[in-house]
C-alpha cells in the first residue's frame, strides 16, 4: 500500500468504535481525514507515530460536559484532552451559555468576569458567531438549556406560561436549533426548569423532534420520587416523538439503591415500545452540584437575590429548619457533603471537608453553617455528595442503553481554571472506565468501553464523521496504553491530568504527543 500519507499510526490495536474486536492495524492520514485502515509498508517521508503496545481507539466523545463558558476561557482544554476527550458536547441539564438575556446574562456576565471572559453575545446565532472566531483544541458541540429559554421569557417565575410566553420559547429554541444546536437540555431540579410542568417540555420537545435534535434531561429526581420522574421523560419522549437521553442516571441516596432493577425496567420496557430513550453516567459515586439544592424549593424561589433575602429572614430561616428537621439532625447525612469550591477567600478552608467536619470543629448545628455559608457566598456553593452505590455504578455502566459522559466542565492545572476542589470526573472520567472497569475489575471488554466512549454517543448525536475509525472520517484519534492508563485526579487532589494517554489527534492533528500538550488548536464548532 502506498499513497499519500501526512500522518501514519503504525502497528496499534485498532479498537474502532462499533465494538467489533481490536486488530493489529496501521492508519493513514491525510489532512483531517483517516484515508487507509491496513498495512502500510512503503513509508514515505510521512511523520510516523509508533503505536506499537497501545490501543488506537476513535477520539472519546464527552458527550455530557459543562465546558459552555470555560472553553472561552482555556481554548488548550487540558483536562479533557489529556482525559483523551477530542469532541465535547456542552450545554447540559438545562444551562447553556446562550441565549442570555436580563437578569440571566447580568449574572453570567459578572460570574465569568473573574475568568477574565468577556460576554459579548445574548443569542444564539450571536453565542455561534463568537465561537466560530474562537480556537480550541478538541471539537465542541451545544445543546441549549431549556433553563436559559425559560429564564429569558419568564425569569424565575413559579408559573406556567401563557400562549404568547410559550410561543416566545419555542422562537428562542428555533432560534438555537437553526444556530446549529444539537438539541435542548432540562435541568428539572434546578430554578427555572424546575418550574416547567410536563406539558411545556412536550411542547418544546416536539420543535426539538422536527429538527431531529436530541432532549438532554437532568430529570425531576433522582432519588425518592425517581420513577415518577423517569416516567416523566419517558412520556415526554413518547408524546413529542423525541430522541431523549437521560443525563447521569443513577440512584440518589442508599433508602433509594433497591430502586436499581426497577429503574432498568422502564427504561427497557419504554425502549421495547419503540421509544428513543438513552442514558449517560460517570465513573464516580459522588455527585456534584450546588448546596442549595438541599432547600426546600421555595427559598430559591424567584433567583439567587429572592434566596439570598430568605436566608437573611430570621423567621424565614426558622422555616427551614423546621421543614428540614429530618435532614437538619442527621450527622451521617451531613457527612456526605463535601465543599468543593466557594467565592470568599475567608471560607477557602472548607473547600475539600465535609459539612459534617466543619460543623463539629466548629461547634455548629450543620444546617445553621450551610444556612450561613450560602448567605455568605451569595448562594454560590459547589459542593460533592456522596450519595451512590459502587455496585449500582458498575450495572448502570453496563447497562447497553448506558454511555459514558463526565458531567463536568474541563479544567486546567495552570490559569484561572485551577481552584477549589472540583468533582475529579472533569479529570479523570474516561480513564477511570478503562482503568477500573476494564482492567481492575472487570465489567466489560476494552470494545466495550471505547464503544460507550465513541461510537455510541456518536450515533446518539447523528454526528456521522466521528465515533469510528473508518476511511474517510475525521481524523479524532486517542492511543493510549492500557496497561498504565489510569486517572490521577481524586477528591481531595483533583488537578491532575490523566496518564496513559499517549497521543491525541483531533481533525488530523497531533495535539498531544507524548502525553504532552502541543499547543495545537484544531478543533471544531459542531452543528447539528
Ligand atoms: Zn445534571
Redesign the pocket.
Known amino acids: 500500500m502506498s499513497r499519500n500519507f501526512n500522518l501514519i499510526i503504525k502497528n496499534g490495536t485498532v479498537v474502532d468504535g462499533t465494538g467489533c474486536a481490536g486488530r493489529v492495524a496501521d492508519i493513514g492520514i491525510q489532512d483531517d481525514k483517516i484515508t487507509y485502515i491496513g498495512s502500510i509498508d512503503n513509508l514515505s517521508d510521512c511523520r510516523i507515530i509508533d503505536a506499537a503496545g497501545c490501543v488506537v481507539a476513535p477520539g472519546f466523545i464527552d458527550i455530557h460536559s459543562h465546558s459552555d463558558f470555560f472553553w472561552l476561557v482555556s481554548p488548550e482544554s487540558e483536562s479533557k484532552i489529556h482525559d483523551g476527550v477530542t469532541t465535547e458536547i456542552c450545554g447540559?441539564?438545562g444551562i447553556s451559555a446562550f441565549p442570555l438575556k436580563g437578569p440571566l446574562l447580568e449574572n453570567k456576565r459578572e460570574g465569568f468576569r473573574k475568568f477574565g471572559l468577556d460576554i459579548n453575545w445574548a443569542t444564539a446565532e450571536d453565542f455561534f458567531k463568537r465561537a466560530n472566531e474562537a480556537t480550541s483544541s478538541i471539537n465542541r458541540g451545544f445543546l441549549v438549556g431549556h433553563g436559559n429559554i425559560r429564564a429569558c421569557v419568564l425569569g424565575y417565575e413559579n408559573r406556567e406560561p401563557d400562549k404568547n410566553e410559550l410561543a416566545e420559547m419555542e422562537k428562542e429554541l428555533r432560534d438555537a436549533m437553526e444556530s446549529g444546536a444539537f438539541g435542548m437540555s432540562s435541568?428539572l431540579i434546578y430554578p427555572p426548569g424546575c418550574y416547567a410542568k410536563t406539558v411545556e417540555l412536550i411542547e418544546l420537545c416536539k420543535i426539538v423532534k422536527e429538527y431531529n435534535g436530541i432532549y438532554a434531561t437532568?430529570i425531576r429526581d433522582e432519588g425518592d420520587e425517581i420513577e415518577a420522574a423517569l416516567s416523566e421523560a419517558i412520556n415526554i419522549s413518547k408524546e413529542s416523538g423525541v430522541n431523549t437521553q437521560v443525563?447521569?442516571i443513577k440512584t440518589w441516596g442508599k433508602k433509594n439503591w433497591g430502586k436499581i432493577d426497577k429503574i432498568k425496567k422502564l427504561i427497557d420496557d419504554a425502549r421495547s415500545k419503540g421509544i428513543d430513550i438513552t442514558c449517560d453516567r460517570y465513573p464516580y459515586i459522588a455527585a456534584a452540584?450546588d448546596l442549595d439544592v438541599i432547600l426546600p424549593s421555595w427559598v430559591y424561589e424567584g433567583g439567587t437575590v429572592e434566596e439570598k433575602k430568605r436566608l437573611g429572614d430570621p423567621l424565614l430561616r426558622k422555616r427551614i429548619i423546621k421543614e428540614m428537621e429530618h435532614e437538619g439532625q442527621s450527622h451521617e447525612f451531613w457527612g456526605t457533603i463535601m465543599i468543593s469550591s466557594v467565592f470568599n477567600k475567608k471560607n477557602r478552608s472548607y473547600e475539600g471537608k465535609t459539612i459534617a467536619e466543619i460543623a463539629t470543629v466548629l461547634r455548629i448545628q450543620p444546617l445553621e453553617f450551610v444556612l450561613d455559608l450560602l448567605y455568605e457566598e451569595d448562594c454560590r456553593v459547589s459542593v460533592i455528595f456522596f450519595s451512590m452505590s459502587e455496585e449500582n455504578l458498575a450495572k448502570i455502566l453496563n447497562w447497553d442503553f448506558v454511555m459514558v459522559g463526565s458531567?463536568s466542565s474541563l479544567r486546567s492545572l495552570k490559569g484561572v481554571l485551577n481552584y477549589g476542589k472540583p468533582h475529579p470526573r472533569g479529570y479523570g472520567t474516561f480513564s477511570r472506565v478503562i482503568r477500573k472497569y476494564v482492567n481492575e475489575t472487570p465489567i466489560f471488554s476494552i470494545e466495550k468501553a471505547i464503544y460507550k466512549m465513541t461510537g455510541f454517543p456518536a450515533q446518539k448525536l447523528g454526528l456521522k464523521d466521528r465515533g469510528v475509525l473508518k476511511e474517510g472520517l475525521s481524523a479524532d484519534i486517542t492511543i493510549f496504553d492500557q496497561g498504565t492508563i489510569t486517572e490521577k485526579a481524586t477528591f481531595t487532589n483533583p488537578h491532575n491530568y490523566s496518564k496513559g494517554i499517549k497521543h491525541v489527534l483531533v481533525n488530523g492533528k497531533l495535539t498531544i504527543k507524548d502525553g504532552k500538550h502541543e499547543g495545537v488548536v484544531n478543533g471544531e464548532i459542531l452543528k447539528k
Open positions: 447540559n441539564c435541568g437532568h443525563s447521569h452540584t458531567d
